[in-house]
C-alpha cells in the first residue's frame, strides 16, 4: 500500500521556469509534510515543510501549497535553477509515531 | 557538526552470509532510523530506536536486527543476505521525530 504518491516520476524544465511538483496521501493523521532532495552523490536533505495549520509555506523560490480536503500538496520552484536538479521526495508523519511515510520521488532536471 | 556516518559506503556479500552495516552521529539524536532505498521505489523504514526501544516493521521484522549500544551509534544487521537485499541503506538520526538529518548511505551488493 503506498500511501503517499509523487507524480510525475521524473520532470524537465528551461532554466527561469516554474517546476511542479507533485503530491498526495491518504493517511488523515498525517500532520506534517517535509520534501527532502537528494543530489546525484549525497543525501535526501530537508528543503522545506509544512503543517495543515497552514496551506501555504514559502521559502525563498519554493513554496508548498497544502489542501487538506484533497489530501493533496504541491512543491512549486520558481525561476528554476541547472542547481536545482536533484530527486525530490515528499514524506508525511503523524505526531508521536516517529515514522515519516515517503513517496518515490521525483526526479528533476533544469536545463541551462 | 550536522554529520551523520555511514560504514561501509559499499559492501558485496556472498548470499547466505551477514552483513553488519554501521551508523554514527554526533549531534546526541536520541532518534535514528534504518531504511532501504531501491531504484525508483520510495525509502523504505526497516526500523528505528527512540532512545534505547527498538521499533522494527512488521513486514521486515524477521530479516532485520539492529543495536544501539550508545546514544551515537547504530548498526543494522542481516543474518543471511539475499538477492534482495541489494539496495542502497540509509541511516538518518532526528532530534524531535521531525526533522531527520540522513547519511551518505551504503550501497549493498549481493551476488
Known amino acids: 500500500q503506498q500511501q503517499v504518491r509523487q507524480s510525475p516520476q521524473s520532470l524537465t524544465v528551461w532554466e527561469g521556469e516554474t517546476a511542479i511538483l507533485n503530491c498526495s496521501y491518504e493517511?488523515?493523521?498525517?500532520?506534517?509534510f517535509p520534501w527532502y532532495w537528494q543530489f546525484p552523490r549525497e543525501s535526501p536533505a530537508l528543503l522545506i515543510a509544512?503543517?495543515?495549520?497552514?496551506n501555504k509555506k514559502e521559502d525563498g523560490r519554493f513554496t508548498i501549497f497544502f489542501n487538506k480536503r484533497e489530501k493533496k500538496l504541491s512543491l512549486h520552484i520558481t525561476d528554476s535553477q541547472p542547481g536545482d536538479s536533484a530527486t525530490y521526495f515528499c514524506?508525511?508523519?503523524?505526531?508521536?509515531?516517529?515514522?515519516?511515510?515517503f513517496g518515490k520521488g521525483t526526479s528533476l532536471v533544469v536545463h541551462p | 557538526d550536522t554529520t551523520v556516518k555511514q560504514n561501509p559506503r559499499y559492501k558485496l556479500a556472498r548470499v547466505g552470509k551477514p552483513v553488519n552495516l554501521i551508523c554514527s552521529q554526533t549531534?546526541?539524536?536520541?532518534?535514528m532510523y534504518w531504511y532501504q532505498k531501491k531504484p525508483n521505489q520510495a525509502p523504505k523504514l526497516l526500523l528505528f530506536?527512540?532512545?534505547?526501544?527498538?521499533?522494527r516493521e512488521a513486514d521486515t521484522f524477521e530479516k532485520f536486527q539492529s543495536s544501539r549500544p550508545n546514544n551515537s551509534f547504530c548498526s543494522l544487521y542481516i543474518g543471511s543476505a539475499g538477492l534482495e537485499y541489494s539496495a542502497m541503506y540509509l541511516c538518518?538520526?532526528?532530534?524531535?521525530?521531525?526533522?531527520?538529518?540522513f547519511g551518505p548511505g551504503t550501497r549493498l551488493t549481493v551476488l
Open positions: 538518518a538520526s532526528s532530534a524531535d521525530r521531525v526533522e531527520q538529518f
Open positions: 493517511d488523515s493523521t498525517f500532520d506534517y
Open positions: 509544512i503543517r495543515p495549520v497552514s
Open positions: 514524506a508525511g508523519t503523524s505526531g508521536g509515531n516517529y515514522k515519516p511515510t
Open positions: 549531534m546526541n539524536h536520541d532518534t
Open positions: 530506536y527512540y532512545d534505547k526501544i527498538l521499533n
